[in-house]
């Protein structure tokens, strides 16, 4: 079945430094992947923070990036320079087929300390 | 005002009872879904919806039974509740046919199974 796969746990990191949250996915057909990034901040429920459904496409919100690499399957998530508000819950999920649900990570607990 | 609702909040139940699960969209998509996240879990999808038709069942137990009375409605049912089905049961909505199709998720109902 279909799968992704994200770095685990929490991950700490200090005000304006970087932010890089990897994720990998497996699917049965990779015919038409959309991919996303979404994120869960404290007390709210979740969001889309980017997406892409294109090979080579970038996506981008807020400052985050990510690109869709259909040779390595990966959809890595990047900041340049985090903020504090950036601390939330972040989860990678892929979906390749029309009318199913999305494939989620575990989720990549960030905190940002000033 | 929020655009999914899902109701209740917070939910406990004895093994064996029989519980449902509301959820409400008010974005005009005519989609529908049903996830689940247990502890130490990704979210999983359970059930697709499209114009209150069934789409796709990820759930292998019948004990879970999608209910969509209106459009804009896909309440969740559940039998003969057992510990296992202790999570926190997340509902979600998209407009199919657009590009993306980015799902909206609601807040969740946090149900426990004593």
């Known amino acids: 079945g279909d799968s992704v796969t994200q770095t685990e746990g929490q991950v700490t990191v200090s005000e304006s430094k970087s932010l890089i949250i990897n994720c990998t996915y497996s699917?049965?057909?990779?015919?038409?992947?959309?991919l996303f990034w979404y994120v869960r901040y404290p007390g709210e429920g979740l969001q889309l923070l980017l997406k892409?459904?294109?090979?080579?496409q970038k996506g981008s919100s807020r400052g985050f990036e990510a690109t869709y690499n259909k040779e390595t399957t990966s959809f890595h998530l990047q900041k340049a320079s985090v903020q504090e508000s950036d601390s939330a819950v972040y989860y990678c999920?892929?979906?390749?087929?029309?009318?199913?649900?999305?494939?989620f990570g575990l989720g990549t607990r960030v905190s940002v300390f000033p | 005002d929020p655009k999914i609702i899902q109701k209740p909040k917070y939910l406990v139940a004895v093994t064996g009872s029989e519980k449902i699960l509301i959820c409400e969209q008010y974005l005009g998509h005519n989609a529908m879904y049903w996830y689940r996240q247990s502890a130490k879990k990704p979210l999983e999808f359970m059930f697709s919806?499209?114009?209150?038709?069934?789409?796709d069942n990820q759930t292998a137990s019948s004990r879970f039974q999608p209910q969509s009375s209106k459009k804009n409605h896909l309440d969740l049912q559940i039998t003969a509740l057992k510990p296992d089905d202790s999570a926190t049961y997340f509902c979600?909505?998209?407009?199919?046919?657009?590009?993306?199709?980015?799902?909206?998720f609601g807040p969740g109902t946090r149900l426990t199974v004593l």
């Open positions: 979600a909505s998209s407009q199919e046919g657009a590009n993306y199709a980015e799902q909206f």
């Open positions: 919806y499209s114009y209150q038709k069934l789409m």
């Open positions: 699917a049965t057909s990779i015919a038409y992947p959309n």
């Open positions: 892409v459904i294109t090979a080579g």
């Open positions: 999920a892929h979906r390749n087929n029309y009318a199913q649900g999305l494939t």
